[in-house]
């Protein structure tokens, strides 16, 4: 799968339709953005099966402020429209390979669990 341009307008439809969504929060005043590029376009190209997607902050705002992205870049990752990983600063390529497979590998029914039992134990009790 080729690199996809993420806009406000196609997030929820790239993340619907793809299992998994690795996206790069960049902007092109951004150093460090710059040299993350090239280590998040060769990996694209490893896992065909993935949406790797690149959302400029600058021009598209909207879905930089649900995520609350600050600094950039920031890599977040989606597993069935749940993010599972989010991390500022530039990845190496070993280690951006690896949560990729991690992910893969992610059982999500028990992510779903985990995720219940946490907004279960912070919730307010009824009185």
């Not at 597993?79 to 500022?88: I, S, T």
Request: hydrophobic share 45%; with cysteine.
């Amino acid at each position: 799968m080729a690199l996809i341009t993420l806009t406000d307008e196609s997030f929820n439809k790239t993340v619907e339709e793809n299992e998994i969504v690795i996206i790069d929060f960049w902007a092109a005043w951004c150093g460090p953005c710059k040299s993350f590029a090239p280590i998040f376009e060769k990996t694209a190209e490893k896992y065909p099966d993935v949406a790797f997607a690149k959302l400029n902050t600058e021009e598209q705002q909207g879905v930089a402020s649900h995520f609350q992205i600050r600094s950039i870049p920031t890599t977040i990752i989606l597993k069935e429209q749940v993010v599972v990983f989010q991390q500022a600063g530039v990845l190496p390529e070993p280690s951006l390979i690896d949560i990729v497979e991690q992910v893969q590998a992610l059982d999500m029914d028990m992510v779903r669990k985990e995720l219940e039992k946490q907004a279960a134990e912070t919730a307010e009790p009824t009185a």
